[in-house]
């Protein structure tokens, strides 16, 4: 009997620590949204994309959650989408699970035709800004020095919204840990990634 209730334990524990967890995502998404806004970064989305499946187990779970953001600017010109500015779309995603079993954060810079957008983004557009390290069926990836890159194959172009390359890099979660943290990891680091 013993056994059994310690199995139960473990779970709520789990459970516990699971939202804990997200309350802490929440508390971090909150916050740079605030250090991005003061260095001139505006959030493409009011809250995070993130991908739910009620058909798989594996959605069932948030493991994964992006934010998008451009740096403020000069419109796009797209008339579909008159909020979106001219230049790089700025990715940051947290993977709970990481590469290695390891909390993960990885910033990106996105180089778009924005011509191609015909919305903002929305929670389920998760995909977008997940695949293209991912999907060597639509990406040709590669990793030189821990900076990923990887360029959109010509069948694709259209379904990724007009993405032509993505570049960046992941580092540990726990090192994002205060106001300064988010400002030098991840904001000015967003900004000097390799633009090829």
């Not at 620590?17 to 916050?31: A, G, M, Q, S, W």
């Amino acid at each position: 009997m013993s056994s059994t209730n310690d199995f139960g334990g473990n779970i709520s524990l789990s459970v516990k620590v699971l939202r804990e967890t997200y309350k802490n995502i929440n508390l971090l998404f909150n916050e740079m949204d605030i250090i991005g806004k003061e260095h001139g970064f505006i959030s493409l989305t009011p809250k995070f994309l993130r991908w739910k499946s009620d058909s798989y187990e594996d959605g069932w779970l948030l493991s994964n959650f992006i934010k998008v953001y451009q740096v403020e600017g000069d419109s796009a010109g797209n008339d579909n989408v008159p909020d979106l500015k001219d230049g790089d779309v700025f990715v940051v995603e947290i993977d709970l699970e990481g590469e290695e079993d390891y909390p993960e954060i990885s910033i990106s810079r996105f180089q778009y035709d924005l011509t191609k957008w015909e919305r903002m983004p929305s929670i389920a557009d998760h995909w977008l800004f997940h695949d293209p390290y991912r999907l060597e069926n639509h990406f040709t990836i590669e990793e030189t020095d821990q900076v990923w890159r990887c360029r959109t194959k010509t069948k694709s172009i259209n379904r990724y919204w007009g993405l032509k390359q993505a570049i960046g890099k992941a580092f540990p979660l726990f090192t994002v840990c205060d106001s300064e943290a988010i400002k030098s990891h991840i904001f000015e680091a967003l900004l000097k990634l390799p633009e090829s």
